[in-house]
């Protein structure tokens, strides 16, 4: 039935399409190079929509001038360059974006009946990836290059702007150069950096922050953290951190991470993800008093306790009376106390808690999980940069639930 039912669509909507590619134009179609283009009679063109095949015939037209040439009926309809109704590209987009290449184009064929390729999904996926990433460039181009007014009217109580980095496994030669963790010093993988905002009116009876539903959006890409820096800077804009009366940037301790904190938001209240925070004094404890496991267990405790309060001037006091003898052991001992010292205002916790803040980075680790891990960490993933950022692009679009705006914005 659903064979049948399709074939019947498809034929109405050639009927439809004809009318629209060949029908007569009320406006003179202009070139580029502005002289007026002349027709050059029908051309006939097989696309691929969520109905199957139709054929569909429109006009040519030709710049005298220039031999430049248009296709009215193809502008209007979004299948410039492409035999691939926009229907259907949406669809390979979301299935690419979803699962690997081969699974979308099974979900393809199981939901909608339709037959495509695992190549084509990618090829559609990646384009359009890359479509909407130059699409949200350009819009944060315009955002940054507007002059940011403080607003009187501070609408949004806290919003939190938060960014981590995460591995993507890469293909060789996007590898070259790359330093990595391996034995020998290569890489496996190439750092995306991934930023989400949100925002934060409320806290619960015990005084406990509650992120606003739905106020989630992501941006990331494998670039530099500088580059990445105007990325996320530009979401904050977009999101309206002008309209801000409270700022706070969630990360761990990455030099990176503070480096771009400290240029971009200014203002923020920078806070170290407490669970960072405790990983570091526990590996503290571990070098200090590694070789009584009761004793270090205690000291730990203690120690998370004073964090918790904010205390961390306390825990670098003790630390400093108990370094150890061994030079090694000594060295990162005090390489772990100058983080913290180097950190304790970004730890302030209990003041932090005290303000009814979030002080741990789960959005955006949930994020590298969710957003990035999910569909390009499968095991025997290798990628390109190229298709990794844009389906990375894809998806951050996605999970922004910003898709409507992108396809909204080719329509106008
Ligand atoms: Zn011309």
Redesign the pocket.
Known sequence: MRVVVMACGAKVLTEILAELGTGRREEAVV???G?RMESQGIRRKELMTILGPVVYERSRFQ?P??Q?TRYPGDEALDVVGTTRSPGLRRMMARAGSQSTFKDGRDDLHIYAGLEVSAKDVERVAEGIGQQMESWSEQERQEILSREEHPEPEKDIPVMYVSYDGTGVPMTRPELAGVKGKQPDGTAKTREAKLGCVFIQTSVDEEGFPIRDPETTSFVGAIETAETFGWRIYGEARRRGVARARRVVVLGDGAEWVKNLAEMHFPQAISIIDLYHAREHVSQLCRILFGSDEKWMERRRQRWWGNLDAGQVEKIILQARHVLPDNPELRKTAVAEIQYLDKNKERMRYAEFRAQGLFVGSGVVEAGCKTVIGQRLKQSGMEWTLRGANAIIALRCMMKSNRLEDYWESRVA
């Open positions: 070139c580029r190079c002289h710049c001038s220039c430049a």
